[in-house]
């Protein structure tokens, strides 16, 4: 199975770090694209640089997400409206827009598709296939609120990276992976990023703890 991955301008792009290396460690196939606003903002986090058409070499591709990424990852500039997730004849599993900025959700709630992120979004709504939308931005305006409860209407998943604590995270990669763990759930992929809940240990006593990171 093959997903769409859209990367824009939000912060948070560790989240599509460690989602795209889940997809790729289960077996899918990922189609990335990011946005103008998307390459910034990860060259300023993770220190990943796109091509000059805002694309990633596939060299670029292996250095950031590892060997299998060389085979298993497409990359698509944001331009590219003959990319396969532009049309809704194309198989894709699903479109999950991670992490997604208040300017593209609102783009895509209205739909106007002004690169290919935005368009293949557009084509998931259109076809009943998953799109999950991973917004981070805080506080949430009334509009961004509006937006997000109509694109829920519309079919879409808003699953906001708000990372859990009950499973004691010792590390951020802990915290990034229970969030991804949330997505995979979401979008049907099978995987072994953390435990399920198990309730606690020892609810009466003081050494209670979850085992679980995905619920």
């Known amino acids: 199975m093959r997903f769409f991955v859209g990367i824009t301008g939000a912060s948070g792009h560790a989240y599509t770090e460690a989602l795209v290396r889940a997809l790729v460690d289960s077996g899918m196939d990922v ?55 532009a049309s809704g004849t194309s198989l894709t599993g699903g479109v999950l827009l991670c992490p997604c900025s208040m300017g593209t959700l609102a783009r895509v709630a209205v739909g106007f598709s002004s690169n290919l992120v935005e368009r293949a979004a557009d084509v998931a709504l259109k076809e009943g296939k998953r799109l999950i939308v991973v917004p981070r931005e805080a506080p949430f305006s009334e509009i961004h609120l509006e937006n997000m409860l109509k694109l829920t209407r519309l079919g879409a998943v808003i699953l906001p990276a708000s990372p859990g604590f009950y499973h004691r995270p010792e590390s951020i990669s802990d915290l990034v992976n229970h969030l991804v763990g949330k997505i995979l759930d979401r979008a049907g992929v099978e995987h072994s990023i953390g435990k399920r809940w198990e309730g606690l240990d020892d609810p009466e006593g003081d050494e209670g703890i979850v085992r679980g990171v995905s619920g």
Not at 35 to 47: D, F, N, R, Y
Not at 55 to 74: C, H, I, K, N, P
């Open 31 to 85: 189609d990335l694209c990011a946005t103008e606003s998307g390459a910034k903002v990860l060259k300023h986090e993770l220190g990943v640089v796109v091509d000059a058409n805002g694309d990633f070499s596939t060299q670029t591709l292996v250095d950031w997400l590892g060997e299998r990424a060389g085979t298993s990852v497409r990359s698509f500039a944001p331009a590219a409206i003959e990319a396969p997730a």
